[in-house]
């Protein structure tokens, strides 16, 4: 996909201050990496020198520049990070090629519901009996969507990804390449000195507006379902145990697991590989720093931090505590030391 | 799948003794999610108030109480967790469809080894030469077995896992999705300023009745054997390393990992997050806490923490420590002003 | 595959000193575990015992042993541990059976570019539009190559991997299972109480000589490229974020995690589990220790450790003050009685 300088002043609603209208890009990249071929952006002043060296084809700019590189065709703007945004937007939706229809390569049960005419099937995907496709909805290649599931529409099923037997997933949602949604939660009983199975026949539902990042897990409930609550964002490599449920616009970052069973609040922040144990409630607009390990419930929203995770403040009380005390321990000496001879002289 | 109130409780040998014998359901649920296609159970009395607020259409109950909602079918019974339990067993019974058959949208070599009557192979499926694949075994859509790879009884292969060349799987294995079973452990020689790949040509073996979770992986060998012991089993998003032995009926949970040729013995339990580092051993009923490291071998069977993991009460007692450095350093200051005080009246 | 003694002892320049050369073995195993199919070897005395007992049919030895266990087939080189790499590598490279070729299971787009006489296209792999293969590469089954993706000379691509489009990956580069490159990054701008998503147009380079483990995930550029650097070693489960920028010849272990648009020098080494926070930079030759975190930018090279990681050596003496803190609180109780008593002494 290329874009003319024209159709990017228009776009960002930009001047055209310096080079010629004529000129087009195929890609995006930041001043230091631009080449002729790209749109590139100056948001900060400190990427000045970037800027005034940069190879970029097109770069947008702010009003008042004193120096300008000399083969870059430069685009006048208010706000050039937000001009930026715009142009990413449509290089983004010009290279998304939603094209309708089941491809030859892929295997969808008769007993399937979709409008063949409205949904994309990718090579290798395999739709199993009784699902039923949204519109507007693409299946990428080697996505296998199990029996009796429910998609939405206008969700993107990226390549390779599971949904297993009769999940439920909302609107609008996105799945990252790898990712497992309805794999059996993790529960046994020992019976005999033998690890039995307790069976999993809940199900998984992810309501509208989710996005699951790529190879995270998200397990089906015992009975019931585990439910990833509306808008919620998960990362890369996330773990979700089963019948956990959270709340709408949550965001968890790579590495972070959250065990059987605990409740999230809206707004919850996972930050990167922190985890929640089993079984805890977590309120509303709580974030927990990375690496962290919620332990027990949390009733108030606040950072909190740590393993066990604690208010941030008290943690960091303890951190910097911990930081001195090397230094303690030779004062103590010392001290120790000044006692004895007071206690000598005393004698 | 639905069940008929007769039929519950005669399989869990209770009585109605609310509502109608005809009534059925389709689904199982807790009591405060519960509609009026679910059977629930009262397992607890803290439920209570939600027993009597439920909407579910039947509820197992035990004897004895004194008030009811009014809409439900209840079958009284001595243990309504276990007879819930058996409700449960049915349901995913019901639930689990094996079809014998090879699906013609699957790809199965010349040269494997399978009885089609026998064994289920999905759509997408593929199985390359000189596999053996047992009967009563599933191998669900987008799974891949390599070349001479033998696969045993009654195992059940979710969709998308990967089982590499050679590698050995016992009977009634579990592979959730995702989990890949052989990939090369990681092993490298630094020659010239390259790291140089040390080339692993051995095999991974899961012994019988091991459950693999979702996106997990288990390297194989350098050479020999990467072995998981009978009925061990492995949670979401678990890294096993080369050369990797664990003992019988081990548990670890989501995000562990074992690195290359560390020993486990028999009813180990790595809980979530934690880690063993290579080259050590751990005995058998070892349990090692959350997030907690293994840094050396462990000989004595009980509860480690932290990281490096020690027993669990001399951790405890550090931790108790740390908590109250801040106090103690508040006291110390006080303590030396004291002295100092002491000191001047002296001279 | 089998080898014979004669071709073992030709292989690493060694002399039968007892036993047959007729002998043929099947596999490599340690002395332990090893079988009559077997080779084994005695790199290290502390293996003295095991040697004696054990029932390999081959054996690579040093000179001058006193004893030898009856059955087996003795070849005498002077460094085993080396001779036996070298049958490892021939072991190796006869289990590898690239087939050029591309299966009738397989999808490939016919605006694909590869030569077919060339490549391996294994059964269930797809190849979407516009996408170029390298000679000598290996695409295993359930593989998807999204659109545009451009694949160098004499890579393997292991099964059920993910590559995303147009990304590009260098020669000689090996993915293992279900790994995952080109997903999207993480970034959304909270808009009126929801998270939107920032389109992520970018891609992922994997330079030469590069190694991805089962089930990692790489992300694609918000724009431009995330990149990892030439000869850069990638294990299991890793999360690489958007942007992020390796150097050459790194090595980062099972379960790191590297957030976006942090830099990476060369030769940096990310023990496992640790983590590495966004938009910082690691000089060259850095150590993280395993479950450390790297929360601001390092630019000295060395070993760091701890959360967040310092020098070892600072983080060190305060592990060992914390260790000490139990006896220290101990100390200090006495000390402050001691002062009491003085005190009172002294009124």
Known sequence: MSLKVT???ELVGGNVVQGSEEVEVTGLASLNEAGAQDVSFLGNEKYYQDFLATKAGVVIVPAGLSDQPAGATLI???NPSFAFGLVVKQMAEGQRSFKPGIHPAAYVDESAQLDASKVCVRAGAVIEAGAVIGDGTEIAAGVVIGEDCQIGRDCLLHANTTVRERCVIGDRV?????????????????VDGRHVKVDQVGIVVLEDDVEIGSNSCVDRARFGKTVIGEGTKIDNLVQIGHNVITGKHCL???????AGSSKLG???????KSGVTG???????VVIAGASGVTKSITEKGTYYGMPARPFRDEQKKLIAVERLPKLMKEFKQLKKQVEDLASDSE
Chains 1, 2, 3 share one sequence.
């Open 7 to 9: 159709a990017i002043s």
């Open 76 to 78: 006048e703007v208010e």
């Open 174 to 190: 996105i799945l990252q390449p790898g990712c497992v949604i309805g794999s059996d939660g993790y529960g046994f009983e020992l």
């Open 252 to 258: 968890m970052v790579s590495q972070v697991g959250v």
């Open 266 to 272: 809206n707004y919850v922040v996972l930050a990167a």
């Open 279 to 285: 079984h805890v409630e977590v309120a509303d607009q």
